[in-house]
């Protein structure tokens, strides 16, 4: 990596010296390092814990540390070598170390030796998950803390930044070489594992940016570059090995550990001669590390050292033990179990992995129930086992841990039972059914199996009882029955009575209902067979209305109440079956009444319509009086159908008769006629002019008129009566109306199109005109009468022009619109009219109106190039009409005035001061707004010759006119003209050119200058010049030669010219020596390095 290369500071050797935790240092003031505090003879106790339990936490006991002074304050550590430790750090008081945290591999602290104690006594150590059959080590070490060390539980090692801004590495390592701790001497620190590199990244605060002893040299070996670790135990070890020499190394075979930045190491060429050490830590806690020149200091800001190495540290105390890390025993193999009376003995074969730690016990488990017994070893008994029940069995082994995981079950065995005497029969004892295969089992209990028999009564005929408790056959007669059933075995005999019947489902239904007359009385009854005797429902159809059904006897009673046929099925049921019959017949009554409607009839249109009348059978019709009308007939069945051949009334009786009886009823009523097609037109109508009209048809009855669609024209109407179409046309529209002529029978309709032929609208009035840009707005009132046909649009003519479509916006009776293409400038006439479908209105009265165009818009803002006291403006032309020209301002003053032609021009700035311009447009229709603000520019002030321009006319004066001489510290005021207006003008004394000061011009670019002849001007010719530009930007200037006769040098040597040196020199020296005092008074560091 490339650096920019520094010189090296001085650096100033820092020997520390600690032997025994007492502290024997020399120390310079500046270096910072304080001596260690004393103490001895401290003991550190390792943990009396032997065991844990993988994926547990486990407090350690026994830990402490002894020997220290109350005083003390005591830095101490607690590592493992597996899984992780913790501390509680809250409650005991002590604080962690930089970065620590209080859980980890390692955890370190501080605190008195009371608040260590009492943090080490609540070390939990957790054990990984899976690490049983492990071991872990966990190691305890104490020291007298000391300010900026670090132990390093990884390596055993010490470590220490020193802070030395801008050091270099040769400096670093002779520096650390000086340096010991706990009397072994440093050296800069040699990182050679990860775990060591994380104790530099993040373990010691403040390392940012430091050396570490790793060096490159080369070739050696065939290798262009070879980093090794220069200084400590680990010197000459190969770090990384490089076949080129610059860029970035290709990390060739038989290397070591190394965490090198991306990119690095790549011995980036410089004015250093190349990088051949290394820092870590580079602008960053990263850990990583990058190559640099031995010089290259710029952002160095120390190195680190590390202390340890073959030898023992003095002064330490460190204790360990290894923890036994145990878990569950496996599961126990080859379960097998043999059975006794209610108990079972199981063997089986210890697991092939106790865990790590022994096994104390075993516990088989057997399946159902959960008995269960524990034993030191194979077999074991499981006593209290349920007779007849078969039974698996499992088996876990149990260490110090706890109990592993169950074996795999054995084989089943049922076990036996103690032998007892039969318990009482029993069955479910199902239903026996006449003519059914029956077969039923009867049990009891018992020890051996018992035999049964019938000891009392007998079973349903058909049945027979087995020894081994069946009982089978088919019965043969129903009806009730009882027995009594004897279990005996070698050990006594049982009887239970048994009961119940033999049933049998019905097979067949006798009796029937018939047919039954309306409101009389009936009383039937039905027989089924069956036992039990069965029960009687309806189960489809229905009774005749008024009879029911007993569903215990199957009788029939009641009355029929309704007319009809019926059909029902009846059913007859026990709890074994059910049979099932369909009954039929009618109900029967005489006719009582017809019902229908009498259409209305009309000629030539077929009709249909049916009579219906009750009573049952069902009646027949016939006409028995009057007459049907012409072409109608009506039929036994009740259907008068036909089609009416003649108008007029009509009137006939009609008869329904059965075997009961008969009914009458009169109908009547009249052919009808609808009306005829509808006559009669409208033509010719014009808006205003009155109409009269007529349309008609013929109908029975009489048809009369409406309109059913459309709309007669406005002003017209129709008499529903005679049919007169009268009125006055109000609207020139088209028209559509459909007139019906309708009466009872019908309706028939016509349509009459057309329109209302319309007349010319009147004038418009009221016209105003209102001047605009190249236009002229326009409000008038509309016509009066649009004629009878809507207004279609306006027309506007200017002058004697021609008409020409005007757009308009209406607001009740008020239209406006605008015209066009006018001249700004020219007064003209307008006037407008009103255009419908007739054609053009009248014109309305004229208007005069002059139209004027708006000021011109803003240009965009100016660009200005700051020059000399001066500032170039350019612009960009406006695009408006009628420009005359432009006007420039600065903070609301003209500075320039051009004509319409002109976009830029020079004016005149005050040198060294910010400076923004605007432009005002001007024309025929007024001035623009001013445009935005220029960039801000400075212009430069007059630049001074090193001699006075003999060129320049010799016209500057002053107030007292041309001077030929003047005096030491005469004042006088000096006067310049042709200068540009508002700029910067200096006025400098020759012969060496020294500024008098500096003036601002006014608008006519003159100035007025007061000055002071310098005293310390030498006597001779000399001459004032004003210095600036002129109004084209040139540069400009003006001359007044003098003579300074040798009277006038008396004060040349006591003015303000020489008190300055005088001062600044004192000044300096004060400064000096509050910099040197405060060098000599600088507090202690601990920085090798001044």
């Excluded at 009954?583 to 009709?607: K, M, N, R």
């Excluded at 009348?613 to 007939?633: E, Q």
């Excluded at 016209?767 to 009878?788: H, I, M, N, R, Y």
């Excluded at 030498?1018 to 001459?1023: K, N, V």
């Amino acid at each position: 990596m490339r650096r920019a290369v520094v010189r090296p500071t001085a650096v100033r050797k820092v020997t520390r010296k600690v032997t025994g935790l007492v502290a024997a240092a020399t120390v310079l003031a500046l270096a910072g390092v304080l001596p260690a505090t004393a103490g001895a003879g401290l003991v550190a106790t390792a943990p009396t814990t032997a065991l844990v339990v993988q994926g547990t936490t486990t407090a350690l006991t026994g830990m402490g540390v002894t020997g220290a002074a109350a005083e003390d304050t005591l830095a101490v550590t607690v590592a493992t070598s597996r899984g992780t430790v913790q501390v509680d750090t809250v409650s005991t008081g002590v604080a962690l170390a930089y970065n620590n945290l209080a859980s980890g591999a390692s955890v370190s602290f501080t605190g008195k030796p009371a608040q260590v104690n009492a943090a080490l006594a609540t070390t939990t150590l957790t054990a990984p998950a899976g690490s049983q059959g492990q071991s872990a080590t966990v190691t305890v070490t104490a020291y007298q803390q000391q300010a900026g060390i670090v132990f390093g539980p990884a390596t055993g090692h010490f470590y220490e930044f020193v802070p030395a801004a801008k050091i270099g590495w040769d400096t670093a390592r002779t520096a650390a070489a000086g340096r010991d701790f706990l009397e072994r001497p440093g050296y800069l620190v040699t990182i050679t594992s990860s775990a060591e590199n994380a104790i530099v990244t993040s373990r010691i605060p403040q390392a940012k940016n430091v050396w570490i002893g790793a060096k490159a040299t080369g070739p050696v070996g065939g290798y262009a570059r070879e980093w090794r670790w220069d200084t400590g135990p680990e010197a000459g070890t190969v770090i990384a090995r490089c076949t080129q020499l610059l860029g970035v190394c290709d990390f060739a075979p038989g290397g070591s550990y190394g965490n090198w930045a991306s990119g690095e190491p790549n011995n980036q060429d410089d004015a250093s001669g190349g990088e051949w050490v290394a820092v870590t830590n580079w602008n960053s806690f990263d850990g990583l590390w990058n190559d640099l020149a031995a010089s290259n200091t710029t952002d160095i800001t120390g190195y680190v050292v590390e202390y340890g190495d073959a030898e023992p540290f003095v002064g330490i105390a460190t204790a360990s033990s290894t923890i036994a890390i145990a878990g569950l025993p496996g599961s126990p193999t080859g379960v097998s179990a043999t059975t006794g009376p209610e108990q079972a003995t199981v063997s089986f074969t210890a697991p092939a992995s106790d865990g790590g730690a022994a096994v104390t016990s075993y516990t088989v488990t057997a399946s159902p129930g959960g008995a269960s017994t524990t034993c030191a070893s194979s077999p074991c008994a499981v006593t209290g086992l349920t007779a007849w029940t078969s039974y698996t069995f499992t088996v876990t082994a149990t260490n110090a841990v706890g109990a592993g995981a169950a074996s795999a079950p054995s084989a089943a065995v049922t076990v036996e039972p103690i032998p007892y005497p039969p318990s009482y029969p029993y069955g479910p004892w199902g239903q026996p059914m006449v003519g059914q295969p029956f077969t039923e089992q009867v049990t009891a209990t018992g020890f051996p199996a018992p035999t049964f028999a019938v000891t009392a009564g007998a079973l349903p005929a058909g049945l027979v009882l087995a020894a081994d408790g069946t009982i089978s056959g088919t019965p043969t007669t129903p009806g009730p029955w009882s027995a009594q059933i004897t279990a005996t075995n070698t050990e006594g005999s049982t009887a239970s009575p048994v009961s119940g019947h033999v049933g049998q489902a019905p097979t067949a239904i006798t009796g029937s209902i018939g047919t039954l007359p309306l409101g009389t009385a009936a009383s039937l009854e039905l027989d089924a067979d069956g036992y039990p005797v069965p029960t009687w429902s309806v189960t489809a159809g229905a009774l005749p209305e008024g009879l029911a059904l007993a569903a215990a006897d199957g009788a029939i009673t009641g009355t029929p109440t309704a007319v009809g046929p019926y059909s029902v099925t009846v059913r007859a049921t026990n709890a074994y079956g059910a049979i099932a019959t369909t009954l039929t017949g009618w109900v029967s009554s005489p006719p009582e009444l017809i019902a229908g409607t009498t259409p209305q009839l009309l000629a030539g249109v077929p009709a249909s319509v049916t009579y219906t009348v009750d009573g049952y059978p069902p009646p027949t019709f016939a006409v028995t009086a009057g007459a049907l009308p012409s072409g109608m007939t009506l039929s036994s069945a009740g259907v008068l159908s036909g089609t009416p051949s003649a108008v007029g009334p009509w009137s006939a009786t009609i008869t329904a008769t059965n075997d009961r009886g008969s009914v009458d009823r009169t109908i009547g009523g009249h052919v009808g006629d609808p009306p005829s097609a509808v006559s009669g037109a409208l033509s010719g109508l014009v808006w205003g002019t009155p109409v009269t009209a007529l349309v008609s048809a013929t109908g029975y009855p009489a048809p009369t008129f409406a309109v059913t669609a459309g709309a007669l024209p406005a002003g017209l109407d129709l008499d529903p009566v005679t049919g007169a179409i009268t009125g006055t046309p109000t609207s020139a529209d088209a028209y559509s109306v459909t007139i019906t002529a309708s009466n009872a029978h019908g309706a028939r309709s016509t349509t009459l199109t057309g329109a209302v032929a319309p007349i010319r609208p009147t004038a418009p009035t009221g016209l105003l005109a209102t001047s605009g840009d190249g236009e002229a707005a326009l409000t008038f009132q509309v016509p009066a009468s649009d004629g009878g046909a809507p207004v279609t649009g306006y027309q506007v003519r200017v002058g004697d022009g021609p008409w020409q479509a005007l757009t308009t916006t209406r607001d009740g009776a008020t239209a406006t619109g605008t015209v066009f293409g006018l001249v700004n400038g020219d007064t003209v006439d307008v006037a407008v009219r009103a255009v419908n479908a007739a054609g053009p209105s009248p014109a309305s009265g004229t208007a005069t109106v002059t139209p004027v165009a708006p000021p011109p818009m803003p240009v965009a803002a100016p660009t200005g190039i700051a020059g000399v006291s001066s500032v170039t403006l350019t612009w960009d032309a406006s695009t408006e009409r009628d420009v005359s020209g432009y006007t420039v301002t600065s903070d609301g003053r003209v500075v320039c005035e051009v004509p319409a032609g002109t976009t830029t021009c020079l004016v005149g700035a005050v040198a060294g001061e910010a400076v923004t311009f605007q432009v005002v447009t001007h024309s025929r229709w007024g001035d623009s707004a001013p445009s935005a603000s220029s960039v801000p520019v400075v212009p430069s002030a007059p630049p001074v010759p090193p001699a006075p321009p003999t060129a320049a006319p010799a016209t500057l004066t002053t107030t007292d006119g041309p001077l030929s001489s003047v005096v030491s510290g005469q004042t006088i005021t000096v006067l310049g003209t042709g200068f540009v207006p508002f700029s910067t003008a200096v006025v400098v004394v020759y012969s060496e050119p020294r500024v008098l000061g500096t003036a601002l011009t006014d608008e006519d670019g003159a100035f007025s200058l007061t000055v002071t002849v310098p005293t310390d001007l030498a006597p001779g010719e000399h001459t004032f010049v004003a210095l600036g530009t002129d109004p084209s930007g040139a540069p400009y200037a003006m001359r007044l030669p003098v003579t300074l006769p040798a009277a006038a040098t008396a004060v040349a040597d006591t003015g303000a010219g020489a008190a300055g040196p005088l001062a600044l020199t004192a000044l300096i020296l004060a400064l000096g020596g509050v910099v040197l005092l405060r060098a000599s008074r600088g507090g202690p560091r601990r920085s090798s390095v001044a």
